[in-house]
T-cell receptor
Framework: KAGVTQTPRYLIKTRGQQVTLSCSPISGHRSVSWYQQTPGQGLQFLFEYFSETQRNKGNFPGRFSGRQFSNSRSEMNVSTLELGDSALYLC????????????FGSGTRLTVV | SQKIEQNSEALNIQEGKTATLTCNYTNYSPAYLQWYRQDPGRGPVFLLLIRENEKEKRKERLKVTFDTTLKQSLFHITASQPADSATYLCAPIYNFNKFYFGSGTKLNVKP
């Protein structure tokens, strides 16, 4: 079966702009989580959605937001981009939660200049 | 807040030996603890999950232990191969599926 698909794979944006990243989970998976990965901070949890509802949220500013659609696809939005937002953004999906492990996509590499 | 500690120094071992990676956590014990493998430029890949009430879990050449008294999980790869070279991440899971990832330990298996 198809894995978790993230688009785009690479993105270059200017400081102050906004960006939307997309994630298509594995068919049947209802939980989608987003992570930011940087060399200095490692993998940081952004938020988790289940059945279109945000179930958990990490410690990121309000510039980071997300949503999940009825088909479980999810989008993440970052407004007023800062240089420090440059990172690999990873999406992970699972059937219901953590017990069976999460399947990660290959990520979107965002560079803010 | 929870703190997850993995050895930041790379672990270098010879092919055929057993690699042992450590994950320590602070404060209260997680309900589950997962281990992932990550290759450069790729997303993490799920390997194993161990529950709070389990002492040990095995899958092929992999073994995970969970000691809630020591607040520690150990991840072992027996008969290691160069293809096992990667960064290994531990991820304790607390209530309501909230994830924290360790910073990972890079394993180098030399032929």
């Amino acid at each position: 079966k198809a894995g978790v698909t993230q688009t785009p794979r690479y993105l270059i944006k200017t400081r102050g702009q906004q960006v939307t990243l997309s994630c298509s989970p594995i068919s049947g998976h209802r939980s989608v989580s987003w992570y930011q990965q940087t060399p200095g901070q490692g993998l940081q949890f952004l938020f988790e959605y289940f059945s279109e509802t945000q179930r958990n949220k990490g410690n990121f500013p309000g510039r980071f937001s997300g949503r999940q659609f009825s088909n479980s696809r999810s989008e993440m939005n970052v407004s007023t981009l800062e240089l420090g937002d440059s990172a690999l953004y990873l999406c992970a999906s699972s059937w219901q939660g953590a017990e069976r492990g999460y399947t990660f996509g290959s990520g979107t590499r965002l560079t803010v200049v | 807040s929870q703190k997850i500690e993995q050895n930041s120094e790379a672990l270098n071992i010879q092919e055929g030996k057993t690699a042992t990676l450590t994950c320590n956590y602070t404060n209260y014990s997680p309900a589950y603890l997962q281990w992932y493998r990550q290759d450069p430029g790729r997303g993490p890949v799920f390997l194993l999950l161990i529950r709070e009430n389990e002492k040990e879990k095995r899958k092929e050449r992999l073994k995970v232990t969970f000691d809630t008294t020591l607040k520690q999980s150990l991840f072992h790869i027996t008969a290691s191969q160069p293809a096992d070279s990667a960064t290994y991440l531990c991820a304790p899971i607390y209530n309501f599926n909230k994830f924290y990832f360790g910073s990972g330990t890079k394993l180098n298996v030399k032929p």
